[in-house]
């Protein structure tokens, strides 16, 4: 039972553009929202979050957007650049942090 | 350097060989845990704990045990591992389990024949 569901497994996206990567969650008991960027050989790095109360959080070239009631949060990435292209986790916290299935990110220059 | 370090970094073994798989970090966290990674699959849990003497299940800690005597060590055993358990491992800490983010390791790829 998947708590945390990223429905796109990949995503490819010119240089400069934006990229917008979604996620959808069950639990109505998450507070916190966290997504996470991965490169190969290496160990997941947190890359933003939002708390339950908000509705959008920006950092540089990172937003994240969440929808309560939808269940639904977004991560854009405005301008894309090639140094973006990973695999990147959502995930949400009450006690626990759960994950999504990840979303490999390619941004072609 | 704040960080969470995890040895071996690979590892290939044979069913039913005991391993363990150790787990330290540097930043004072309360909470650690453990994930593995397949694909499809993402990041799931296996085991946690929140603080020293205190761990508890996952959702998929079938075959592990973990114990937590320290608050930096949190080490992952595989008593009798299986060919289903071969998966990239991760080990990860936090502050608390409340408006925190996890800071992880770099991953154990584990492998069994």
């Known amino acids: 039972d998947q708590q945390v569901k990223q429905n796109s497994p990949s995503l490819s996206v010119q240089e400069g553009r934006i990229s917008i990567l979604n996620c959808d969650y069950t639990n109505s008991m998450f507070d916190y929202f966290l997504w996470y960027k991965k490169y190969p050989a290496e160990g997941p790095t947190f890359l933003i979050s939002?708390?339950?109360?908000?509705d959008k959080n920006e950092d540089g070239r990172f937003t994240v957007f969440l929808n309560k009631s939808a269940k639904h949060l977004s991560l854009h990435i405005v301008p894309s650049q090639p140094g973006d292209s990973a695999v990147y986790f959502c995930?949400?916290?009450?006690?626990?942090?759960?994950f999504g299935a990840g979303t490999r990110l390619t941004v072609k220059p | 350097e704040a960080q969470v370090t995890q040895n071996p970094r690979y590892l290939i073994t044979v069913t039913g060989k005991k391993l363990t798989v150790t787990c330290s970090q540097n930043?004072?966290?309360?909470?650690m845990s453990w994930y593995r990674q397949d694909p499809g699959l993402g990041l799931r849990q296996i085991y946690y704990s929140m603080n020293v003497e205190v761990t508890d299940k996952g959702d998929v800690p079938e075959g592990y045990k973990v114990s937590r005597k320290e608050k930096r060590n949190f080490p992952l055993i595989l008593e009798s591992p299986s060919p289903n358990q071969t998966s990239l491992y991760f080990c990860?800490?936090?502050?608390?389990?409340?408006?925190?983010?996890?800071?992880f390791g770099q991953g154990t790829r584990l492998t069994v024949v």
């Open positions: 995930a949400a916290r009450d006690n626990d942090m759960r």
């Open positions: 990860a800490s936090s502050l608390g389990t409340v408006d925190t983010e996890a800071f």
């Open positions: 930043m004072n966290h309360e909470y």
């Open positions: 939002i708390s339950s109360i908000k």
